[in-house]
């Protein structure tokens, strides 16, 4: 290899010579030291040193029934001899097609047609552009606007951004963004109205209504993360809030679109957090965990009632014109189809559902912890928010990097976690068994102590 021995400390300084890491201070990055990961072994990630660390946080949330499931290499394996990518411009194949069948089969009722993308941002896009020529086929060409929340992420493109609510993340963009109406988050911890729930009677809906009961000729639909906002900081709706913003955008006519990037595939406990409370989205939006956190692939479903819009003869122009040159890939495909036989021959949501009690019974002990001032969980997934002074909820200046802190103390033990500033974030494969759940746990909690009490 051009006269190199190819170990560790060769390609430590090839990473820091030519990667730019995402969401990363490079500045940072360049002083610590990285671990660079070879290899994945259920679920468990193993670096070039040999060491094995405790994927908890499923590779970015994406893996869910562990690494080299052997159904799903072999699947792949076995389409690779047959072809890795053909287009679905003009053309179609195999394991796309039998893949939306399928996610048809498997998402709530409402939905009927797939169009594929490659990640969750495109697949924001795509419900974002969708939505706009929606409304402009049936010529209500006014509804152009869009309703997100405060503290949304809906990935880094920039229509995305736009429905975005991350300040941290998203300010420095203001002046290339489109316009659009926030509403409250439902961020009961650190709720924007000082209430309580449930007396509160979800009070932070009432802006909805507001907003659409003045504006609604001019908004083309909503964007929400059902449940669980969470790269805001897995912020978890109280119930009934997501039904409640559901009907409100029905009652006004609005296109609801949900984004289940982050929660679908069994992560809060059912196949789609909105199963939850029964919601007929008229889009949906699924990645991350569609291939079992395998390749990338994502899909944006709608309604045939959204379908039909676009249809027309050619010189209407009320195609979508909107593709990716991975479009519908055939590997990813293929990955997806045997990550859902998966949850279907194993029963994975039912089998889940133990240790989803587990995690709630460990997370208890957390609450005794000095500067532990709110765990929020659904399903598998956790956050556990650290703050400087509990009694008034006073945060840790984000410089403090309590959370970065946390992960690496987590690490010395062998464990791989991803702060959200100081929100330790929980998210597991789906696949973790009861003693690696609770050796991540015992870790997580005294990895706080150490970095918040010494
Ligand atoms: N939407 C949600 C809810 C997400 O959590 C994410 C990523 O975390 C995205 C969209 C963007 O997905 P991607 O990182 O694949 O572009």
């Not at 562990?66 to 001899?81: C, P, S, V, Y």
């Not at 003009?90 to 709530?108: E, F, M, R, W």
């Not at 997501?242 to 609005?254: F, G």
Request: charged content about 25%.
């Amino acid at each position: 290899m051009d006269g190199f021995e190819l170990n560790f400390e060769v390609l430590k300084r090839w990473d820091k010579d030519y990667i730019w890491h995402p969401f990363t201070q490079m500045l940072e990055w360049m002083k610590e030291d990285i671990i660079i990961i070879t290899e994945g072994e259920g679920n468990y990630l193993v670096d070039i040193n040999g060491n094995r660390y405790l994927d908890g946080v499923s590779s970015l949330w994406v893996n869910i029934h562990g690494h080299r499931r052997k159904e799903i290499d072999e699947a792949i394996k076995n389409q690779i001899d047959r072809i890795s990518h053909s287009t679905l411009l003009g053309l179609s194949n195999i394991p796309s097609i039998l893949l939306a069948k399928k996610l048809v089969q498997i998402t709530p009722p409402s939905l009927d047609k797939v169009f594929y993308s490659d990640n969750g941002s495109t697949a924001v896009e795509i419900a974002l552009k969708i939505s706009f020529q929606y409304w402009q086929n049936l010529g209500h060409i006014a509804k152009k606007k869009f309703i997100s929340l405060n503290n949304a992420y809906h990935g880094d493109t920039i229509g995305a951004v736009s429905v975005g609510g991350i300040d941290l993340f998203h300010r420095i963009y203001n002046p290339l963004l489109f316009p659009s109406y926030r509403i409250p988050s439902p961020y009961c911890y650190r709720c924007e109205f000082d209430f309580n729930y449930p007396s509160c009677n979800l009070a932070c809906t009432d802006p909805l209504e507001d907003i659409l009961s003045k504006n609604a000729e001019e908004i083309a639909g909503i964007i929400v993360e059902p449940i669980v906002q969470a790269a805001g900081g897995i912020i978890i709706s109280p119930p009934g809030y997501l039904r409640k913003i559901y009907e409100i955008s029905r009652k006004y006519n609005i296109i609801f679109i949900a984004d289940e990037v982050a929660t679908g595939f069994g992560r809060t406990g059912k196949m789609f957090a909105c199963d939850h409370e029964n919601i007929d989205p008229d889009i949906m939006v699924i990645s991350k965990g569609i291939t079992a956190g395998y390749l990338p692939l994502a899909a944006t479903l709608t309604t045939n009632e959204i379908y039909n819009a676009f249809l027309g003869q050619y010189e209407e122009f009320k195609t979508f014109f909107h593709g990716h040159s991975y479009t519908g890939n055939p590997l990813a495909c293929t990955a997806a189809l045997a990550n859902i036989e998966i949850f279907e021959s194993e029963e994975v949501i039912k089998k889940i559902q133990e240790k989803i009690s587990l995690l709630e019974k460990l997370l208890k002990n957390f609450q005794e912890l000095e500067h532990v001032g709110d765990i929020r969980q659904k399903g598998l997934i956790a956050g556990i928010e650290l703050v400087k002074n509990k009694e008034n909820k006073e945060p840790y200046p984000i410089g403090e990097r309590k959370g970065h802190r946390v992960i690496l103390e987590a690490r010395k033990k062998g464990v791989i976690l991803r702060p959200l500033g100081n929100v330790i974030v929980i998210m597991p494969p789906l696949s973790i068994s009861n003693d690696e759940l609770n050796y991540l746990m015992d870790v997580v909690y005294h990895s706080i102590k150490k970095v918040t009490e010494s």
